[in-house]
């Protein structure tokens, strides 16, 4: 028999689409806490979601499931009339927050109240008399922000997923996202026969991609099918903000379309959070406090705001904090285009971007000083974390605001930063685009010519890097730039190395090394005595390992970060093939750890690969293929033309493959190969060194263990009370602190987890709770001797 549904949920007109996990995550919360507010952006369905939980929970309040919409309610003064109406009361004779608290104080009811954001404070003043006086009383809120109210458990409403690959099977069953499902589920109730080819398929997943996974964007994308086939909708993506302007009829105002929706929450904001959001929109891919108080600030804007405001507009669900690398902050696509509309008509648009190409021009100039230091990973990580920012800086700079001296000097100072098999072909065409953007003969030139044939001779194109050399050379005379012409002598040793000529790139090695040092330019001195040791060793040269010693030494004492875990690893091969297993290890788990931290992909499996020598040479064969096959997925995603690939492989990956399968057999080794590939990098480390795995670096996934293990005694049982809906000043009764040390306990916490809400912390506590607390386990490494065949010979 189905319980009947008391209260006054409406129907499902249209199928509700996945949400599987977050249906379950706010079902726990509202079991744990007696106010669960949803948060997110316009458009990203939290009323929906609110609805399907409340309708899913039903059979838990005997007195019902009652739907209070406060979108069109203007007065705060009336809140609680309307929930009172809702309610069906009509006694007008007392006030109606009283009557409200006297008729729910014997309750069992969720209220679930709809677009809070604009009375949030009536909101809270509300609840606060309701709950106190209402023990069984449960609500459910939506809202654009965080409410603010004591108690309250936090849930932000992700976008739907996106589609990890191209393709999908044919029909709905085959769908592979929730964004892609939700499209289909809509396009069909508006086109009697959806297409079934691989056209019509790719153009969906890529629609519902530029859409952010946003489901009011993709409805409203949906049903134009009526009249638009998928590839044109899609062709005029780029302007989603005008086209996508009419939604149903019965939909509230600013539902009608994604600019309404948009616009809703703009109106919503201050004047200064308004200005804020607006600057805000030129940075890409997310920002720091730093970027945006180096670009948004002015007299309107003082810098000390900056702060505040970039917290108001995370509580407004406008910016989001990403997970790793510090406190940066994001746009949704979407919500980055309003804001750019609404700079452009504030006429400010060329102004804030001028700001954001020089800002991050400078972060590029800091090549001068940060790298080849001990700043050097910090430097490379900022980049890093500031791709997207960086890249924009290069387009407009060059296409949009006419500033191309600048695109030249950021494109030639981030050459090792282009060096990496994931932005070398872009690094590659930005030096091209900004060589022919500034083709008069100046120093910024003669410095990106030195780059780009740099990077020319990575990618193999050793004719298109000998012009470009030769360019170089002649400008570098002209103005006597010495660096610049020592630094030139570093190209014959790579180009020699990719011809197979280890010979003569060990000659042209010592040769740059004598020019660096003739210069006193140490980055030349640095990179050269790491080639000339690397040469050495693939040639077998006697003096490999005197060479490995002096370019470790040399690179330590300049505190190079990136060049002295290159040294760390080529001194790793040299130990191995001298039989001295300790300091291999050692060499390659200290460079490992540089590697991970630059989030340098080839160098970890480079490292990987020495490992797996020595696991391989102390009789560990196992081991020593899942080292193997935990380096295979990043020399399958890195440019095998790239010359760490390349030395890689003329060094002692086949060598090492070939004695483990020799030992094991064909079998047994593909077992454990696939056992490696399915591990990370980190956790073989581990096992190795006897010590937890390293923290992963920005991107990478974090372990529940990983998060907790960072915890003392004290914040994990702050933390526990917290997941069981305590205040904080309830928390300082329990544990007979003070409100402001709890406080404090509090922020440590959401440092360390990366979290921004209270809300996280529990969710987390909650599912390891039955586990227990993480330890820090310790086991010896296992080591043996050397087999001959990898000798030194």
């Excluded at 003739?518 to 080639?531: H, M, N, Q, R, S």
């Excluded at 750890?593 to 160098?603: A, P, Q, T, V, W």
Aim: glycine content about 8%; hydrophobic content about 45%.
């Amino acid at each position: 028999m189905v319980a009947r549904l008391v209260g006054n949920l409406p129907a499902e007109v249209t199928n509700f689409v996945g949400r599987e996990r977050e249906l379950g995550q706010v079902r726990r919360l509202l079991s744990a806490g007696r106010l669960v507010t949803l948060t997110g952006p316009g458009g990203v369905g939290k009323t929906r979601l609110a609805r399907r939980v409340a309708c899913e929970v039903h059979r838990a309040f005997p007195d019902g499931v009652w739907l209070v919409e406060l979108a069109e309610l203007g007065e705060g003064d009336l809140l609680a009339v309307e929930v009172a109406k809702t309610l069906g009361l009509t006694d007008s004779s007392r006030e109606p927050t009283e009557s409200l608290a006297e008729y729910l104080s014997d309750k069992n009811l969720l209220l679930v109240l709809d677009n809070c954001e604009h009375l949030s404070r009536p909101v809270v003043k509300l609840l606060s008399k309701l709950l106190a006086r209402a023990p069984a009383l449960r609500v459910l809120a939506t809202s654009r922000h965080v409410l603010g109210s004591e108690g309250e458990r936090l849930f932000e409403v992700p976008a739907l997923s996106l589609p990890e690959t191209d393709t999908f099977g044919p029909g709905p069953a085959g769908v592979i996202s929730e964004a892609v499902d939700l499209f289909l589920d809509r396009a069909a109730a508006v086109v009697p026969e959806l297409p079934e080819g691989p056209e019509f398929r790719r153009a969906v997943i890529e629609l519902c991609r530029r859409l952010d996974g946003i489901p009011l964007a993709i409805e409203l994308a949906a049903a134009r099918m009526r009249a638009y086939p998928v590839e044109e909708i899609l062709a005029r993506v780029e302007s989603a903000l005008d086209m996508l302007t009419t939604g149903p009829a019965s939909a509230p105002p600013r539902h009608r379309g994604l600019k309404a929706a948009i616009g809703w929450s703009f109106d919503l904001c201050s004047p200064s959070e308004q200005l804020m959001w607006a600057r805000l929109s030129v940075f890409a891919g997310g920002f720091d406090l730093a970027a945006a108080e180096g670009i948004c600030s002015d007299d309107r804007l003082p810098r000390a705001d900056v702060f505040d405001l970039l917290g108001s507009l995370v509580d407004k669900s406008i910016l989001h904090r990403q997970s790793g690398g510090g406190a940066r902050f994001s746009m949704l696509e979407t919500v980055r285009e309003y804001g750019r509309s609404r700079l452009a008509g504030l006429g400010e648009d060329k102004e804030v971007r001028l700001r954001h190409i020089r800002h991050f021009a400078a972060l590029a100039e800091r090549e001068r000083t940060d790298y080849f230091s001990e700043r050097e990973i910090g430097w490379f990580q900022e980049i890093s974390f500031n791709h997207a920012n960086i890249r924009l800086a290069l387009q407009a700079s060059l296409f949009d605001l006419h500033e191309p001296r600048i695109a030249l000097r950021v494109a030639a100072r981030l050459r090792m930063y282009w060096a990496t098999p994931g932005v070398v072909l872009e690094g590659y065409q930005w030096l091209r685009k900004a060589l022919a953007a500034n083709p008069e003969p100046t120093e910024d030139r003669a410095e990106a010519l030195w780059a780009c044939a740099y990077i020319e001779v990575l990618l193999a194109e050793v004719d298109s890097a000998a012009r470009t050399m030769a360019e170089c050379r002649e400008l570098a005379g002209r103005f006597s730039l010495h660096r610049v012409d020592a630094a030139l002598t570093l190209c014959p040793i790579l180009a020699d190395f990719l011809l197979g000529d280890v010979t003569a790139a060990l000659a042209h090695a010592r040769e740059a090394v004598a020019c660096g040092r003739k210069v006193d330019e140490p980055t030349v001195t640095g990179e050269a005595l790491f080639y000339a040791a690397s040469m050495a060793f693939a040639s077998r040269d006697p003096g490999a390992e005197r060479l490995a010693d002096e370019a470790l030494e040399f690179l330590e004492r300049k505190g190079a970060q990136l060049w002295r875990a290159s040294a760390l690893w080529i001194n790793g091969l040299v130990r191995c093939r001298a039989d001295s297993r300790d300091e291999a290890t050692t060499c390659f788990l200290d460079a490992f750890e540089i590697f991970r931290r630059l989030n340098y992909g080839l160098g970890v499996a480079l490292c990987l690969d020495g490992l797996a020598w020595v696991a391989a040479s102390a009789g560990e064969l196992a081991r020593a293929a899942a080292l193997l096959g935990a380096a295979h997925p990043i020399w399958e995603t890195g440019p095998h033309h790239m010359m760490p690939y390349l030395f890689s492989q003329l060094a002692v990956k086949g060598e090492v493959e070939t004695l483990v399968r020799a030992g094991v057999g064909d079998a047994a080794f593909a077992e454990a190969f696939s056992r490696g590939t399915s591990r990370s990098p980190e956790e073989l480390v581990g096992e190795i060194t006897g010590l937890p795995s390293p923290g992963p670096t920005a991107g990478s996934p974090v372990t529940t263990q990983d998060r907790l293990g960072a915890l003392t005694k004290r914040e994990r049982r702050v933390a526990e009370l917290l997941a069981k809906g305590m205040s904080n000043r309830e928390i300082a009764a329990e544990l007979v602190l003070s409100h402001r040390t709890v406080e404090s306990h509090v922020q440590h916490i959401l440092t360390k987890l990366d979290f921004h809400s209270r809300t996280q912390i529990a969710s987390l506590v909650s599912r390891v709770e039955a586990a227990g607390w993480p330890e820090v386990r310790r086991e010896p490494a296992t080591v043996a001797r050397f087999p001959p065949t990898l000798r030194r010979t």
